[in-house]
């Protein structure tokens, strides 16, 4: 008998998949998103020790490159002395101006010599001369080793036996280190020095009672702690620009994205670091 | 003239030591998925130019920079003059690449520094020569390469086949035991690449030093090549004397020979 003549037999429609609702897209971006940002910080972090692990073990050991060191603070520190100055001068005006204005509310204009004092020594100054270096200092650093990576010379000193992370990395972090607190010192005095032209000079406060002021309120420790915030932030900044410049990759368009990354990392690294310091030298905000 | 006629070197005082300089046995390397390099295992013949030749992204760039250590690999042996380096960390390492001297592809000298200063980079760093004897090394070295008249000269001013010149005199600085050439040729004209491939067999002559080279220009290779070793893929396809590769029954070598316009009667004719 031929299927054709078979008596049709009720049949129940084979199972459809449904299919399945597809996420929205801004949805699977978020969560994307959610997942690698998270994954980047952590692997950054672990760049950066990396990175510091490697300067602490090369650093401690000879050859100790004093010609290299001795070029890196002249280029960390004198080279930066001219960018760091005119802030200092500027900031120090401006915050003259604006703290006589607002103490006038009050009748309270003497005192800016002592807010003037204390914000720079403890707060701007170590701050704005990070920032300056960073951006000086740091984004040649990045953009230095970053062109020397890619046109393979951090290789070619690896094959003559050169460890390139104690040729070029430790010298950098320890001028960092060592000339930001210098940096910020001249900071300090010409930031005063830009208030007392302001305050005095033009706006005509009373010179003795604005230099009084200043000693008065403006003691060893708020000094100390612009210069220990000086210490990290000077290293923060060219750890973080040799990182990006030492592991650049992708030619010339790799140089420039690791540049303004160093950059734009240092910037809110010192930011951060300022109040994870401020927190804990102080005993107040949470830290 | 090709390698083949023109015969291995002489070279007395390698006749007592072990023909091969390095040895490779099982080499893995692997970048994420992608495994370069699987289980590479060829020799390094001592006092020759030994030439490492594949098409681009066969993985022989990253053959090299295991054979320095630039990278570590993920498996197998690098054996140099006996000893396994492939383990080795960093400050062990040290001694070991003071017998290697390496010119980059790009050439890689130190752009913020002369020609002179480029060279004399590897005396300051590890020797305790004064500079005037250094001066002396160094002009001498410049002078044997043709380049002594660039010694103040920054690399950016100089031609491709100069910055070569420079480069091997870089490498050649502490007189190394084996130089290792990153595709020497590529981007130069015909007339230079001759005179670089001239110069890779005049500082070999020279210097008694093991080269590898990196190429995949054949006309560079049968004109210098002692030992011709093909990579594909990430595994060694054939290796020998520039005869015995011409003779390889292997149709991938075959097909890379016609591809690259030898054939082996025009070798044989010395027409390369």
Redo the contacts between chains.
Sequence with gaps: MSEASQPAQPTSPPPVAQPRRALPRWLVALGRTAVALPLRFFGEIGMLAGLLGQAIFWGL?P?YRVGLLLAALEFVGVQSLFIVGLTGLFIGMVFGIQLVDGFRQFGAENQAGSVVGMALTRELAPVFASLMVSARAGSAMST?LG??RV???I??L??????PVQFLVVPRIIAGALMVPLLTMVFNLIGIFGAWLVCVQILGLDPGVFAENVKWYVDARDVTQGLVKAVFFGFTVTLIACRHGFYAQGGAAGVGQATTRAVVQSAVSILVLDYVITSVITGQGGL | MTAAARGAPDGAADAARDPVHLRVRGLRKRYGEHEVLRGVSFDVLRGLNNILIGASGSGKTVMVRQLIRLERPDAGEIIVDGREISRLSDVELVPVRRKFGMVFQMSALFDSMDVYDNVAFLLREHTTLRERDIREKVMARLQALGVEHAAHKLPAELSGGMKKRVAVARALALEPEILIYDEPTTGLDPITSRTVDDLIEQTRETYGVTSIVISHDMASVFRIGHHITYLYKGVIEASGSPQEFLASPSPRVREFLEASGVSRERMEGGRA
């Design positions: 050991r050859p230095e062109s020397m046109t393979d010379q290789d070619a690896t094959t003559m036996a050169v460890n």
